[in-house]
């Protein structure tokens, strides 16, 4: 597998990645993190204009997606029952997603990220339990409560290569 940045071309197979993992979650007992139009094809078009959209692929078919954003995440300036590990700079990942043709595409993008960035932060619904333990296994240390837009809560992690 590899990774690279996706184009606008690529849309329709992300949007079929999306649909494949939100029914996935929502049949595995997480119905409320993403539904059925969560990410919208806007939020993914905003994504790939930024650069932040990759592809996880097995020669060029795209089987995994992730974005991945550098600086500040406004939704983690606040965070309870906790605290980050630290104050410096990091990266955040968001969205995984699979098409569940290929095992692997979780560790396949941390590995990229940890590849690239000492300091990874990446939250996730609390009935993602699937998600959490991945997470977890992964080496992130569970650091608190973080809440997005829309104001439900994530659980919050953080990996640090010190």
Known sequence: MHIRKANINDLAEIMEIYKTAQEF???SGNPHQWGRTYPSRELIEEDIARGACHLICDNE?????FALFEGQEPTYEYIENGCWA????????HRI???GKL?????????YCKSSYENIRI?????NIIMQDKIEKSGF??????YVADGSARIAYQWCKK
């Open 25 to 27: 979650m929502i049949d």
């Open 61 to 65: 078919m795209p089987h995994g997606v």
């Open 86 to 93: 630290n104050d410096d700079e990091y990266v955040t990942v």
């Open 97 to 99: 997603a699979s098409d």
């Open 103 to 111: 095992h692997g595409i979780f560790n396949c993008a941390i590995r």
């Open 123 to 127: 939250d996730t619904h609390e009935s």
């Open 141 to 146: 240390e569970r650091c608190g409560t973080i």
